[in-house]
């Protein structure tokens, strides 16, 4: 069974920085796609950010030019590097997985709160 726990999150002042860590394990299953998603309160969960396999990024157009993902297939791991934080940006972060054969995982989420 594939597990995804994420780690990074956190408090942190408006205009400051966070980096969210996620690494998978339990199986050797490979992934196609690796990405984080957010959900804040009372709003439905939405993409932030996704890395493909073969290294094509793809953003939300409200976290671009502000947050960077990057990946480690070898390592099953994904980051999230986020700066210039803003309150908006105040959520719970869950990472999230595709498997070569379409399953999708999810790690239980790390909040991130940006105080203005």
């Known amino acids: 069974q594939v597990q995804l726990v994420e780690s990074g999150g956190g408090l942190v002042q408006a205009g400051g920085s966070l980096r969210l860590s996620c690494a998978a394990s339990?199986?050797?299953?490979?992934?196609?796609?690796m990405g984080w998603y957010r959900q804040a309160p009372g709003q439905q969960r939405e993409l932030v950010a996704t890395?493909?396999?073969?290294?094509?990024?793809n953003y939300a157009d409200s976290v671009k030019g502000r947050f960077i993902i990057s990946g480690d297939n070898a390592k099953f791991t994904v980051y999230l590097q986020m700066n210039s934080l803003k309150p908006e940006d105040t959520a719970v972060y869950y990472c999230?997985?595709?498997?070569?054969?379409?399953?999708?995982?999810w790690g239980p989420g790390t909040q991130v709160t940006v105080s203005s």
């Open positions: 999230y997985a595709r498997s070569v054969w379409g399953s999708n995982f």
């Open positions: 890395i493909s396999s073969g290294g094509s990024r």
């Open positions: 339990g199986s050797t299953v490979r992934f196609n796609l």
